[in-house]
C-alpha cells in the first residue's frame, strides 16, 4: 500500500521543529501553569491595593470598634489591651441625652448636619450655576476655568490658614472690606468665636468644595448633545426651560453621586474646624469630627471617643445605603 502524501505547498508537523521555533505543535493545549497565571492575574495587579486598603482602613476600623467596648483612658493608656471590658457601656453613655456627654453629642450631630446640608446644597448650587454659564465659549473662558478650580487645587492646610487669617478681627480683610471699605457693619464682628463662627466655618467649606462640583458637573455637561438645545430654542424653550427639561434630568445620575460624595466629605470634615479653630471649636461650629477629637485626646477618654466614632461610621453607612436604594428606586421608575 502506498502512504499518503502531503499536499503540495505544506510540510507535515514536526514536533522537533515546533520546540526548535518556540511555537507550540498545532493542536497542542495551553499549559496549566499559564492557564493559572491568566485567571489570577487581576487578583495579583489587585492584592497591593488591597493590602493598603486593610493596613491603611480596616485595621484602624476593627482597632476602634474593640477600643470601643473597653474603658480606656488615661491610665491605661500604655497598655490599652489591659483595659476593662464594660460592653455597651460607652455606647450608652454616648446616646443618654439626658446626661452632660450625651446632650453635648447630639449638640455636635444637630450642628453637623445644618453644616452639611447648607455646604453640600451651595456647593451644588454654585457648582451647577457655573457649569451652565461657561457651557457656551467665550473669550477668556479657559482663564476662568483655571481661577474657579484654585480652591480645589490649594493644599487645605494653607488655604484654611489663609482664611483664619482673613477672619481676624482688627487685622483681617473680611472686617477690613465690610466694616472699612463698605460700611455694611459697624464695629468689625468676630467671627472665629461666638454665633458668627458657623458662617465662617460654612463659607470656607463651599469656599473649597464648590470647585469640585463645577469640574464635575462641566464633565457632565460635555455629554450632552447641543442638538438637543437647538431643538429646544427652535420650539421656542428659553433659557431656564432648557435647564429644567434638558440639562437637570440629563444631569441626573451625576448629581446623584456627587451630592453623596460631598455629603461624606462634608460630614466628615475634619481638617477644616480643625486649622480654623484649633482644637477646642466654638459651640456654634461644633462639629461632630472635633466633638469625637476632643472627647479622645483631650478628655482622654479613648473608649468613650472610639464608641462615638463606630456610632459616626454606622449613621454614614446607613444614610448611604438609604440614599442608594432610594435614587437606584427613582431610576428604575424613570426607565420603566
Known amino acids: 500500500m502506498t502512504q499518503p502524501t502531503a499536499a503540495a505547498g505544506t510540510r507535515p508537523s514536526d514536533p522537533c521543529t515546533s520546540r526548535k521555533t518556540g511555537r507550540a505543535p498545532s493542536g497542542a493545549r495551553p499549559g496549566r501553569r499559564g492557564r493559572i497565571g491568566g ?50 457601656h460607652n455606647y450608652r453613655v454616648a446616646v443618654d441625652f439626658d446626661a452632660p456627654v450625651g446632650r453635648a ?15 453640600v446644597g451651595l456647593s451644588w448650587l454654585l457648582g451647577t450655576i457655573a457649569a451652565v454659564l461657561m457651557q457656551d465659549r467665550f473669550r477668556g473662558r479657559g482663564t476662568l476655568r483655571a481661577i474657579f478650580l484654585i480652591p480645589y487645587a490649594l493644599p487645605v492646610y494653607a488655604a484654611v490658614m489663609t482664611w483664619a487669617f ?9 472686617n477690613h472690606v465690610l466694616a472699612d471699605q463698605l460700611h455694611l457693619v459697624g464695629d468689625k464682628p468676630f467671627w472665629l468665636i461666638g454665633g458668627n463662627s458657623f458662617w465662617a466655618l460654612l463659607t470656607v467649606a463651599v469656599w473649597r468644595n464648590w470647585p469640585f462640583a463645577l469640574l464635575v458637573l462641566m464633565a457632565g455637561l460635555q455629554s450632552i448633545p447641543r442638538d438637543l438645545y437647538e431643538a429646544a430654542a427652535i420650539d421656542g424653550a428659553g433659557t431656564w426651560r432648557q435647564i429644567h427639561r434638558i440639562t437637570l434630568p440629563s444631569l441626573r445620575p451625576l448629581n446623584q ?15 477644616t474646624p480643625f486649622v480654623l479653630f484649633g482644637k477646642a471649636a466654638p459651640a456654634n461650629a461644633d462639629l461632630i469630627s472635633i466633638h469625637i477629637y476632643q472627647a479622645s485626646f483631650v478628655t482622654w477618654n479613648f473608649g468613650t471617643g472610639s464608641a462615638m466614632s463606630v456610632l459616626l461610621l454606622l449613621f454614614l453607612l446607613l444614610v448611604t445605603a438609604v440614599y442608594l436604594l432610594a435614587t437606584s428606586r427613582r431610576s428604575r421608575s424613570a426607565n420603566a
Open 39 to 88: 485567571k489570577a492575574l487581576p487578583y495579583l495587579l489587585l492584592l497591593p491595593a488591597l493590602i493598603c486598603e486593610l493596613i491603611v482602613h480596616v485595621v484602624p476600623m476593627v482597632v476602634g470598634a474593640v477600643m470601643s467596648f473597653r474603658e480606656l483612658t488615661l491610665f491605661y493608656i500604655r497598655n490599652w489591651s489591659d483595659a476593662p471590658w464594660v460592653k455597651l
Open 105 to 119: 453629642l447630639l449638640h455636635s450631630f444637630l450642628i453637623t448636619a445644618a453644616f452639611t446640608v447648607l455646604a
Open 166 to 174: 482673613m477672619f481676624q478681627r482688627d487685622a483681617g480683610l473680611v
Open 257 to 271: 453621586v456627587l451630592v453623596l460624595v460631598l455629603f461624606l466629605w462634608t460630614f466628615n470634615d475634619f481638617t
